[in-house]
């Protein structure tokens, strides 16, 4: 069974970055695709960021050139780096896995698609 835990989360102005860490137990996480998560206060949860076991990525155009997913198999662990950090980036974020072949269509910020969810991490953007 597939264990998530992030961390790296915290308050930071805006304009500054913060990396979330999603550390894998339990299975090895190259069998998985990935997907960052988030939710706003009041708001329904919404796909950032996933990237696939070949390492294709895919964005929610929000954070397109502020944000990039990524993934170390050898630590079992995949990342969020978040640059430029607007304050509506403020929100609890997950990580999430999904099991895949390795040449399967790219990953998809879909909820419904993820079958692992971490406990989730706040990022809080303000001044």
């Known amino acids: 069974q597939l264990q998530l835990v992030e961390s790296g989360g915290g308050l930071v102005q805006p304009g500054g970055s913060l990396r979330l860490s999603c550390v894998a137990s339990g299975s090895s996480l190259e069998y998985y695709n990935i997907a960052w998560f988030r939710q706003a206060p009041g708001k329904e949860r919404e796909g950032a960021s996933c990237?696939?076991?070949?390492?294709?990525?895919n964005d929610v155009d929000s954070v397109k050139g502020r944000f990039t997913i990524s993934r170390d198999n050898a630590k079992n662990t995949a990342y969020l780096q978040m640059n430029s950090l607007k304050p509506e980036d403020t929100g609890l974020y997950y990580c999430?896995?999904?099991?895949?072949?390795?040449?399967?269509?790219?990953?998809?910020?879909?909820?419904?698609?993820?079958?692992?969810w971490g406990q989730g991490a706040q990022v809080t953007v303000s001044s």
């Open positions: 990237i696939g076991r070949t390492g294709i990525t």
């Open positions: 999430a896995a999904k099991t895949r072949l390795l040449y399967s269509p790219p990953c998809v910020l879909s909820q419904s698609e993820y079958d692992y």
